[in-house]
């Protein structure tokens, strides 16, 4: 069956300092991958996406995520982290299904940052 | 423009009665997602319509239903709540039928709790 696993439940990093976020995903053929990002309260807001092409995508917020294959991992990045980084953020695969929308989430990651 | 909305933000409810949920998708998406989130977990799909017509279900019981309106907006019942059934219930807009080739819109969701 088809899953995303997100192996960290929750990660502190420091304002200014490097993050990446871990993904794996279960699926036999290329999928469909994103990365949201949920605040407290609030849905969910899509970050980037990858379909084909450029293994290495960019989206909002200067986030950034690589598709890799060999690994079935789509980690996602950022070089500097700002308080407001702070939520959860949610590794997505989609296509898994040709009859439907259905997104497969992680269970998350929660990010903290520290002033 | 305003984004997807749901209805309402909060709701108590008692085992074994019965719950309506509602979302207005953002104007001009014909597509609407409903999604579950249980505390401590990524979102689960739970249905998705297109047009008036079910496009995919996922692994939820019966007595979850739903439908789509004339005018795109949607309705998710869930009949016989039991204390499982407490989460956030996120609606999702986007403006084709495979909704993870376009983005995904999210609302901010209903927080449901059964006691």
């Known amino acids: 069956a088809q899953s995303v696993t997100q192996p960290d439940i929750h990660i502190t990093v420091s304002e200014g300092a490097s993050l990446e976020l871990r993904c794996n995903y279960s699926y036999g053929a290329t999928p469909y991958l994103f990365w949201y990002v949920q605040s407290p309260g609030q849905g969910l807001q899509l970050l980037l996406k990858?379909?084909?092409?450029?293994?290495l995508v960019q989206g909002i917020k200067g986030f950034e995520a690589e598709f890799k294959r060999s690994q079935s991992s789509f980690n996602l990045r950022k070089p500097s982290v700002h308080w407001s980084d702070a939520a959860e953020y949610f590794c997505a695969v989609g296509g898994v299904d040709s009859s439907a929308s259905k997104i497969i989430f992680g269970s998350g990651t929660r990010l903290s940052i520290r002033p | 423009d305003a984004g997807v909305t749901q209805s309402p933000t909060h709701l108590i409810k008692t085992r074994g009665q019965h719950v309506t949920l509602r979302c207005s998708p953002i104007?001009?998406?014909?597509?609407v997602s409903w999604y579950q989130q249980v505390l401590g977990q990524g979102p689960q799909f739970i249905f998705q319509?297109?047009?008036?017509?079910?496009?995919g279900r996922g692994n939820f019981p019966d007595r979850f239903s739903a439908r789509q309106f004339p005018n795109y907006s949607s309705e998710l019942n869930v009949n016989a709540l039991l204390l499982g059934d407490s989460a956030l219930y996120l609606c999702?807009?986007?403006?084709?039928?495979?909704?993870?080739?376009?983005?995904?819109?999210f609302g901010n969701g209903t927080r449901l709790t059964v006691t």
């Open positions: 990858y379909f084909s092409g450029d293994t």
């Open positions: 319509y297109y047009e008036k017509e079910e496009r």
């Open positions: 999702a807009s986007s403006s084709r039928a495979i909704s993870y080739n376009s983005p995904l819109h």
């Open positions: 104007s001009g998406h014909k597509s």
